[in-house]
């Protein structure tokens, strides 16, 4: 699938650094991992220590230079990786050397995209790899990795194997007798068919978790104007973010900032002001704080001692009076006062987020890491088990909707896939993956 091409990128970050990894990847590469190192007697995942000349045999860099010849490698074919200096002058003077050797740049994706047409990923581990670069947090890492190693694949390959052994029994009831089938297979065939059903249920209803960890949590601050949202917000980023103000009305737009709260990654939006106003582009703002406000996983709701009033109720909301040095007593229940002013309550807000957010993850967190893509396809296989249930003795059209739920993993796994699926799924990933 590779048209013979010899590709290279830089696999480790952009710009200034003491070490760059350049990887490439093409077929037969051992005569010119032998040029670059100078040697004819070469071991393969050896580390050798080489002066890399460009073909007038100018000096370009001291590197190191590893060979993996195929099939134990990244992508299946013969890679090698040059640990040069991350100087980006030196990277260029790499590259220009590779291109003089009939190799190009690889596109986004392209290493990982090789891999799986040589079997040495599917689509669910590319899912995970992609959530792995992106990783920002220990949850994110962790939750990542398992799905790259192949925890997820090993449940939806589970879940395909099952649907395929069912529709087959089921096909196989219209053209057998019972005798020369197993015992009770009717009964057998609705009840594995309604376990999957639960258990894909299941998954989808922990993909807010998911979504959560991958994405981050969504935290919003609401409130009336002037009541010192923005300045908690700065207070809990650690930044003046957001511009602090006594005049009404001062925040327009929501100023969002993303950061690590107890391993999480959290998204805080310090939103505008709700209140009646004629302004256009505070009106904007506020529309923008009611999309916020549907979006979050968790909304702090911030009051005056002046304005308090009736505070809501919802099990992910967090109830703060702010400006609390200017009042006496804090007698109300169930609410944290706060003084963006002092400082007063803001650890105990930082704690009470912290337990909201346990409360959304403790003993909920998914064994699979879906995102929108897989998410599409397990409503699919649902829906799909669903109208297997509801055929009842009609093991024709049961047997249908089961082999059509099994198409439908196998899209997330790539097993069965379209084109723009394959060209979604590693558009995901950077140069080098």
């Not at 490439?24 to 100078?38: P, T």
């Not at 996983?297 to 505070?311: F, L």
Request: one cysteine or more.
């Amino acid at each position: 699938m590779n048209n013979g091409d010899t590709i290279f990128a830089l696999s480790s970050g952009h710009g200034k650094s003491g070490v760059a990894v350049i990887r490439i990847s093409g077929e037969k590469l051992g005569d010119v991992f032998a040029r670059f190192v100078n040697k004819t007697d070469i071991k393969p995942r050896h580390a050798y220590f080489t002066n890399l000349c460009d073909n007038g045999g100018d000096l370009i860099d001291q590197c190191l230079a590893i060979y993996f010849p195929a099939p134990h490698s990244f992508t299946g074919e013969d890679v090698i990786e040059l640990h040069t200096h991350g100087a980006p002058a030196v990277i260029n003077a790499v590259f220009e050397y590779l291109s003089s050797l009939n190799m190009r740049m690889a596109t986004p994706g392209e290493f990982s995209r090789r891999a799986f047409y040589n079997n040495k990923m599917d689509l669910a581990d590319v899912d995970g790899l992609a959530a792995l670069l992106d990783a920002q947090t220990d949850k994110q890492r962790k939750h990542a990795l398992q799905s790259m190693m192949g925890r997820d694949s090993e449940i939806y390959n589970n879940w395909r194997s099952q649907m395929v052994e069912i529709s087959a029994y089921a096909a196989a009831m219209l053209d057998y007798s019972p005798d020369d089938l197993p015992a009770n297979i009717d009964e057998t065939i609705k009840k594995r068919v309604k376990k999957l059903y639960e258990e894909i249920g299941a998954a989808l209803g922990e993909y807010r978790t998911s979504r959560a960890i991958r994405g981050g949590v969504n935290i919003a601050l609401v409130g009336q104007t002037n009541v010192g949202k923005s300045s908690i917000f700065n207070h809990l980023v650690g930044s003046n973010r957001a511009i602090v103000s006594d005049v009404a009305g001062t925040t327009r737009d929501v100023v969002s900032s993303m950061i690590d709260i107890d391993g999480y990654m959290v998204n805080l939006s310090d939103t505008a002001g709700i209140r009646e106003t004629t302004d256009k582009i505070e009106s904007i703002g506020i529309e923008r704080t009611k999309n916020e406000i549907e979006n979050a996983d968790i909304i702090i709701s911030v009051y005056t001692p002046e304005n308090i009033g009736q505070t809501g109720s919802g099990a992910n909301e967090i109830i703060v009076i702010n400006k609390s040095d200017t009042i006496k007593s804090q007698d109300i229940k169930n609410v944290i006062y706060t003084s963006a002013k002092t400082g007063e309550g803001m650890d105990l807000l930082m704690d009470k987020i912290c337990q909201k957010i346990h409360e959304i993850f403790d003993g909920r967190e998914s064994d699979l890491s879906i995102n929108a893509r897989t998410k599409v396809l397990l409503e699919t296989a649902y829906g799909e088990l669903a109208n297997a249930i509801a055929a009842g003795d009609n093991y024709d059209i049961l047997a249908e909707h089961v082999r059509c739920a099994a198409d439908a993993i196998g899209k997330i796994l790539g097993t069965i896939s379209a084109d723009e699926i394959l060209d979604m799924t590693f558009g995901q990933l950077c140069l080098g993956k």
